[in-house]
C-alpha cells in the first residue's frame, strides 16, 4: 500500500508542497518569535496600540486638518491623502506630457524629434533623486524673495516661499452635486441600453434633459468665489499656495515618469499597421482625427498593460518625497518610527498601504484592459 501511494505521482507533489509551505512558515514564526524575544529583552512595547497616542510632531502641509496634539492614527491619514494626491497629480501629468512627447517623437521636423529625444535620453538615464534634487535647489535657492516675487500673469507670483496663484472656492455642500451626477450617468447607461433594445425613441435625448434637471436641482445654494494672492507682509495670503518641496517633487516626478510614459505610448502607435493611417487618409480623414480616432484606440491594447507598471513605479516613488522634505506618507511612517521605536509595527503599515495601493491601482487598469478587449471583439 505505502509503495503504491510513493509512486503516486500525485501524493508526491501534494507532499512536496505541503513541507515547502511548512518550512517557510515554520521560518517566518521562528523569525517573529525571535522578534519579538529580542524587543521584549529590550524593553521595547510592540503592538499597534501607540496609534491613539499624540502624534506631537507637525506636519508642514496637509489637504486634512491637522495639528500635532492629534493621534498617530491621524498623522498617518494625512500622509495616506498627502500620497495619494501627489500621485494622482503625476499620473495624470505624467499621462498628458508623455502622450506629447511620444508625438514629438515621432514628428517628422528632424527640430522637434532632436529636441524630444535629448530630454528624454537625460531624463531616463539620470537618477530620479538627483532630478528632485535639482527641482528643489532651483525652487529654494535661484526664486526671488516675496517682495522681490516673480509676476509672470497677473495673479500668479513665484517666490522662494513657493507658487501663488488664484483660486476657486465653492460654496455650499457638493453632496446633491456628486449624486445628481451618479443619477446622470446611470440615467445616460441605461438610455444607451433602451436605445440599443428599443430603437426609434429618443433615450437619450430625455436621459440628458433629465441630467440638465438633476443638475439644476442640485446646484441651487451653490456659489463660487475667487481669491487671489497679494502680498501681506513677508508672504502671500489668498488664492492657492503650492510649497517649494511639494511643488520640487511635482515637477521633478512628473519630468522624469513622463519620459517613460512617452516612449510606452509612442511604441504603442508604432504597434498599429501603416495600413491603418493609410486607410484613414484614403477615407479623407485629417491626420489628428486619423490619431485620435483611429491609431490610438487600437494602440490602448499595447499602451494599457506597460502603463500599468509605469503608474505603479510612480506611486512607490514618491517615497523619495523625503529627499525634499515633502509629508507624504513614508515621511510621516519614518517619524512616528524614530519617536516610538517602534520600526517593525511601522514598517509593516507602510509595506501594507503600498501593497493595497498597488493592487487597487493593478485591479483597475486590469478591469479597464478587459473592457478595451471586450469592445475590439464586438
Known amino acids: 500500500m505505502f509503495k503504491r501511494l510513493w509512486y503516486d505521482a500525485r501524493l508526491r507533489s501534494v507532499l512536496?508542497?505541503?513541507?515547502?509551505?511548512?518550512?517557510?512558515f515554520g521560518v517566518v514564526g521562528w523569525l517573529a518569535w525571535n522578534a519579538h524575544h529580542n524587543l521584549q529583552q529590550r524593553g521595547i512595547a510592540t503592538g499597534f496600540?501607540?496609534?491613539?497616542?499624540?502624534?506631537?510632531?507637525?506636519?508642514?502641509?496637509?489637504?486634512?486638518?491637522?495639528?500635532?496634539?492629534?493621534?498617530?492614527?491621524?498623522?498617518?491619514?494625512?500622509?495616506?491623502?498627502n500620497t495619494l494626491y501627489i500621485s494622482a497629480l503625476v499620473i495624470f501629468a505624467s499621462t498628458i506630457l508623455g502622450f506629447g512627447l511620444a508625438l514629438a517623437r515621432r514628428n517628422t521636423h528632424p527640430l522637434v524629434s532632436?529636441?524630444?529625444?535629448?530630454?528624454?535620453?537625460?531624463?531616463?538615464?539620470?537618477?530620479?533623486?538627483?532630478?528632485?534634487?535639482?527641482?528643489?535647489?532651483?525652487?529654494?535657492?535661484?526664486?526671488?524673495?516675496?517682495?522681490?516675487?516673480?509676476?509672470?500673469?497677473?495673479?500668479?507670483?513665484?517666490?522662494?516661499?513657493?507658487?501663488?496663484?488664484?483660486?476657486?472656492?465653492v460654496q455650499g455642500s457638493l453632496l446633491p452635486a456628486l449624486i445628481a451626477l451618479i443619477a446622470a450617468l446611470v440615467l445616460w447607461r441605461l438610455a444607451g441600453i433602451l436605445a440599443r433594445n428599443r430603437p426609434g425613441v429618443p433615450w437619450r435625448g430625455a436621459a440628458l434633459l433629465a441630467g440638465v434637471a438633476l443638475a439644476a436641482f442640485a446646484l441651487r445654494?451653490?456659489?463660487?468665489?475667487?481669491?487671489?494672492?497679494?502680498?501681506r507682509g513677508l508672504n502671500f495670503v489668498g488664492g492657492t499656495a503650492l510649497t517649494p518641496e511639494f511643488t520640487a517633487l511635482l515637477i521633478g516626478l512628473t519630468l522624469y515618469s513622463a519620459a517613460f510614459s512617452g516612449e510606452i505610448i509612442r511604441g504603442?502607435?508604432?504597434?498599429?499597421?501603416?495600413?491603418?493611417?493609410?486607410?484613414?487618409?484614403?477615407?479623407?480623414?485629417?491626420?489628428?482625427?486619423t490619431l485620435r480616432q483611429v491609431v490610438v484606440p487600437q494602440a490602448l491594447r499595447v499602451i494599457v498593460p506597460p502603463m500599468t507598471s509605469q503608474y505603479l513605479s510612480?506611486?512607490?516613488?514618491?517615497?523619495?518625497?523625503?529627499?525634499?522634505?515633502?509629508?507624504d506618507l513614508s515621511f510621516v511612517i519614518t517619524t512616528m518610527i524614530n519617536q516610538?521605536?517602534?520600526?517593525?509595527?511601522?514598517?509593516?503599515?507602510?509595506?501594507?498601504?503600498?501593497?493595497?495601493?498597488?493592487l487597487s491601482v493593478s485591479l483597475f487598469m486590469n478591469i479597464y484592459n478587459r473592457h478595451l478587449l471586450r469592445t475590439e471583439r464586438r
Open 16 to 24: 512536496a508542497q505541503l513541507l515547502i509551505a511548512g518550512a517557510f
Open 49 to 81: 496600540g501607540y496609534l491613539a497616542d499624540a502624534a506631537r510632531f507637525p506636519i508642514s502641509e496637509s489637504l486634512l486638518a491637522y495639528r500635532p496634539t492629534d493621534s498617530y492614527f491621524r498623522a498617518f491619514v494625512v500622509g495616506l491623502v
Open 114 to 169: 532632436g529636441i524630444a529625444t535629448v530630454y528624454l535620453e537625460i531624463a531616463r538615464n539620470t537618477p530620479l533623486v538627483v532630478q528632485l534634487l535639482f527641482w528643489y535647489s532651483l525652487v529654494t535657492i535661484n526664486l526671488p524673495s516675496p517682495r522681490q516675487a516673480l509676476n509672470p500673469f497677473p495673479g500668479v507670483f513665484l517666490s522662494i516661499r513657493g507658487f501663488f496663484f488664484p483660486s476657486v472656492e
Open 221 to 231: 445654494g451653490i456659489s463660487l468665489e475667487t481669491s487671489a494672492p497679494a502680498l
Open 268 to 289: 504603442g502607435i508604432e504597434a498599429v499597421s501603416l495600413g491603418q493611417w493609410e486607410a484613414a487618409q484614403s477615407l479623407g480623414l485629417k491626420r489628428w482625427t
Open 314 to 327: 510612480i506611486i512607490k516613488n514618491t517615497t523619495l518625497a523625503l529627499a525634499v522634505g515633502y509629508p
Open 340 to 358: 516610538t521605536g517602534q520600526a517593525i509595527e511601522g514598517l509593516a503599515i507602510l509595506m501594507g498601504v503600498y501593497l493595497c495601493i498597488s
